[in-house]
């Protein structure tokens, strides 16, 4: 079987369009807090972005095909030896480039996206460091010494981010691996077994906080007219460095998030004063993707809105904070007495709890993304099969997003929500609401009932704790999945005869070859672009928790976003 090299790559050292910004490197082992650490985190992990037709091919590569489909997403793509910042990748698909890349496509100078050490890197925001040169800029610490913003790294082979650890002690992590970068509040400890816990010289503070004025916790604008006065200096976000209204201009400093709610369309007027030797530029966001950016000047600007929620950012001008101070924001709004209209343009992302995903055979279906709640894909073996996305569950009350729904244990003592057509004599007490959340999941929020028992792992083993009717077990290559899939409104009769199929779960392999980038190897090389997706599916998984198997029983489970196969 052949093995390969997980390569490093700075590519983006060089104007990524004409008249566009180059990307400027962090300097080695530079002060950073454990707030701005986190706040990055969060930025590329739960970044929208919208994949068009064009970022399903690269111009670099004639065999290279996307396995992202036209539609909106969470989270950056991953990319194999991927590093650059938010506004790098949004100018890169905006420009057509391809959507991630794996290791069977090589280093291409044509994809966009994080790979595990690049994630990392852009976190500590430092330069391109490697799992196998992360030691050149921090040290070793325990376990018991790992703080928010701290990684756990096995050189050669992968590095995650450590956040925070919930009530029971299970650990909150995020990660560049399988289709994207995403959080990762079920893994546990035992998902790290191995990895050395590792500190970054240049971090300074003794905990993470959930600092005000960044994307995932903008400064709220509560009427207008607005006033505020701040000091980008003081400012833990430093995420936008760019606007797409007008790429040229380089806002690569620290900045403040604010969020304001319109309720009838009119004219909203912001501007901004600082003083000498300080430059404060103010924007107009209706995401937090930078192309989403709309409006910005180095002192004021006036800009038609309709009824909906916007971002005002106070940025700071440059390449970096020697720019950077105190600055006096101002807000208003006059209403022109027209109706509302569409409101912004907004991302209407799949692969929520509830949603349909994809399963080998029908991988055209979205794969289920950890970053808005959805950690397991579902798949009955009824007539027709139906599949769905899915989380751990305790009771039916963690499982709002299933109206009716209840909580299934479903194979090897783990429990799943499930949909009320699918709960049979359960009482379908779950859902309070018409459907998954319209916001993407909150880290914060994570319950410990979400994190479900992490402490067996081994690799490739078949879980020997099932029932008897484990023993008609097939392997994942031997599965011919049936032709036909549909949403999750599946009948009861659909799972009278349905068949379990938990992931297969294995350790990182090892290569004879030694890797000097994220280290994610795999042994099979994926014959087509869609072994890939099925791999990424149903394959190989990086350290899950217990051993996965497939077996007779009700219910079919096919890992979504936690299958990683490729790192």
Not at 442 to 450: F, G, I, K, Q, Y
Request: proline fraction near 7%; hydrophobic fraction near 30%; charge should be negative.
């Amino acid at each position: 079987m052949k093995s390969f090299r997980c390569l490093m790559r700075n590519r983006w050292s060089f104007g990524l369009l004409a008249g566009s910004i180059a990307l400027i490197s962090a300097s080695p082992s530079a002060a950073i807090t454990r707030d701005e650490v986190m706040v990055r985190a969060k930025a590329f992990a739960f970044h929208p972005w919208r994949a068009t037709q064009n970022n399903l091919t690269a111009s670099c590569s004639s065999t290279y095909q996307s396995v992202y489909t036209p539609g909106d997403y969470v989270g950056l793509p991953y990319d194999w030896g991927g590093y650059m910042s938010l506004f790098t990748f949004d100018q890169g698909i905006q420009a057509g480039l391809g959507a991630g890349s794996y290791p069977a496509d090589g280093i291409l100078s044509c994809t966009v996206g994080l790979d595990c050490s690049g994630y990392v890197s852009q976190c500590w925001n430092t330069t391109h460091l490697t799992t196998s040169t992360l030691h050149t800029q921090s040290s070793a610490i325990s376990q018991a010494e790992i703080l928010s913003g701290d990684a756990l790294n096995q050189a050669g082979y992968h590095v995650i981010l450590y956040s925070h650890s919930l009530a029971n002690g299970d650990p909150i992590l995020y990660e560049a691996i399988g289709y994207n970068v995403h959080i990762n509040p079920w893994g546990g400890w035992a998902y790290a077994s191995g990895y050395q816990p590792r500190r970054f010289e240049g971090i300074t503070g003794p905990s993470a906080q959930d600092p005000i004025g960044t994307p995932h916790h903008p400064i709220p604008i509560p009427s207008l007219p607005f006033t505020d006065s701040r000091d980008t200096r003081q400012s833990s976000s430093n995420v936008f460095d760019g606007c797409g209204a007008d790429p040229n201009k380089p806002e690569s400093g620290p900045e403040f998030v604010y969020e304001v709610t319109i309720t009838q369309p009119g004219l909203l007027t912001v501007s901004v004063s600082d003083d000498v030797g300080v430059d404060i530029d103010v924007h107009l966001y209706t995401s937090t993707n930078t192309n989403d950016c709309t409006h910005r000047d180095d002192s004021t600007f006036t800009a038609p809105v309709d009824c909906g929620t916007y971002l005002i950012v106070a940025d700071t001008y440059g390449t970096g904070d020697a720019n950077a101070g105190p600055y006096t924001l101002n807000v208003s709004f006059s209403a022109t007495g027209a109706s509302c209209g569409n409101g912004p343009p907004s991302y209407h992302p799949s692969g929520r709890p509830g949603d349909a995903c994809g399963y080998p055979g029908q991988e055209h279906l979205p794969f289920c993304n950890a970053n808005l709640g959805a950690e397991v894909c579902l798949v009955t073996n009824g007539t027709p099969k139906t599949s769905f996305c899915s989380h751990p569950c305790a009771t039916a009350t963690d499982c709002p997003e299933f109206p009716g729904g209840c909580c299934k244990t479903i194979s090897s003592g783990e429990s799943y929500c499930v949909t009320a057509p699918l709960c049979g004599g359960t009482p379908g007490d779950a859902g309070a609401t018409d459907g998954p959340p319209s916001d993407t999941h909150d880290p914060d929020a994570v319950s410990d009932v979400l994190v479900s028992d992490s402490s067996n792992e081994t690799d490739a083993i078949l879980d020997s704790s099932v029932e008897e009717s484990a023993s008609d077990v097939v392997t994942q290559d031997s599965v011919t999945p049936a032709p036909d899939a549909s949403s999750a409104d599946a009948s009861s009769d659909a799972s009278s005869d349905a068949q379990i199929i938990d992931t297969v779960s294995t350790r990182p392999v090892e290569s004879d070859e030694d890797s000097q980038g994220c280290a994610c190897r795999m042994r099979s090389h994926p014959p087509s672009r869609a072994g890939i997706v099925l791999i990424l599916l149903a394959g190989l998984m990086l350290m899950r928790r217990g051993n996965r198997l497939w077996t007779q029983n009700q219910w079919r489970a096919v890992g979504g976003s936690h299958n990683r196969s490729l790192r």
